[in-house]
C-alpha cells in the first residue's frame, strides 16, 4: 500500500491528511493545536456533507466522495505522531518574534531589552536564520513625522548590532511604522512603552 501525507496550515488551525493509496479510498484529517496551544476550528466537507473539527487531535475519515464523513474521534496525541511521524518531522521550524523595548523618544534601548540581545544572537546563530524582519514602531507622543524617524532609527540599532555580530546584511529586511501599527491601542499624546519597540522575527 502506498501513503502519501499532505500537511495543510493555516492562521486559525493546523490540520493533517493522510491520502491512502488502498483498495478502498480513504482520507483522514486530524485537527492538531497550534504551538502556543490554540486550537482552530476547520470543517471537513465533501459532496455528501461536512464535519467540523474543533478539538485538539479530533479526527475524521472520508471513505468516499459520495458518502458522508465519519463520525470524528478524538486521537491521543501519540496516536497522531506515530501516524503522522513522517509529516510532523517535515515542518519548518516555526518563526521566533521578540519584541525590544526603547527609552521615550529615543533609540536606546531599555536596560531590559539590551540583555536579551544576547539570546537573540545566538539563537540566530543556533539555527544559521538567513530571513530576519526588524520593524520599528513608536507610541503616539509627538507628529507622525518626528515617530517614523525614531522607529527607523530604533529598526536601524537593532540591524547594525546583528550586522556587528557577524548576520550578512541581505538577510535582513528593515522597515518603520512609525505609531501606525501599535501594539496597545491608545489616543494621540498617549506614552505607552509597549509601543516604543522593534519586533524582531527570525525565520
Known amino acids: 500500500m502506498n501513503n502519501s501525507i ?4 493555516s492562521s486559525l488551525a493546523v490540520l ?23 486550537v482552530g476550528r476547520v470543517t471537513v466537507t465533501n459532496k455528501a456533507g461536512e464535519m467540523p473539527l474543533e ?26 505522531n506515530t501516524l503522522f511521524r513522517d ?3 517535515a515542518q519548518p521550524t516555526a518563526p521566533a518574534t521578540y519584541l ?8 536606546r534601548l531599555t536596560q531590559e531589552s539590551e540583555k536579551l540581545l544576547p539570546q537573540i544572537m545566538e539563537y540566530i546563530r543556533t539555527t544559521n536564520s538567513r530571513d530576519i524582519s526588524i520593524s520599528g514602531h513608536s507610541d ?13 532609527e530604533r529598526a536601524e540599532v537593532i540591524a547594525k548590532k546583528l550586522i556587528e555580530s557577524g548576520l550578512p546584511p541581505e538577510s535582513l529586511e528593515v522597515a ?13 499624546g ?4 509597549r509601543n516604543r519597540r522593534v519586533e524582531l522575527v527570525v525565520r
Open 55 to 80: 478539538k485538539p487531535f479530533e479526527s475524521v475519515d472520508l471513505l468516499y466522495p459520495n458518502e458522508l464523513p465519519s463520525q470524528s474521534t478524538v486521537l491521543t496525541e501519540a496516536q497522531v
Open 87 to 89: 509529516a510532523l518531522a
Open 6 to 9: 499532505l500537511l495543510v496550515l
Open 140 to 152: 503616539k507622543v509627538g507628529s507622525r513625522e518626528v515617530n517614523i524617524r525614531i522607529s527607523r
Open 190 to 193: 498617549t506614552p505607552e512603552p
Open 16 to 38: 493533517l491528511c493522510t491520502l491512502c493509496g488502498c483498495a478502498a479510498p480513504h482520507s483522514q484529517f486530524v485537527l492538531l493545536p497550534s504551538p502556543d496551544g490554540h
Open 176 to 188: 518603520s511604522h512609525g505609531m501606525e501599527l501599535p501594539l496597545v491601542d491608545t489616543p494621540e
Open 100 to 107: 525590544l523595548y526603547f527609552e521615550p523618544g529615543t533609540s
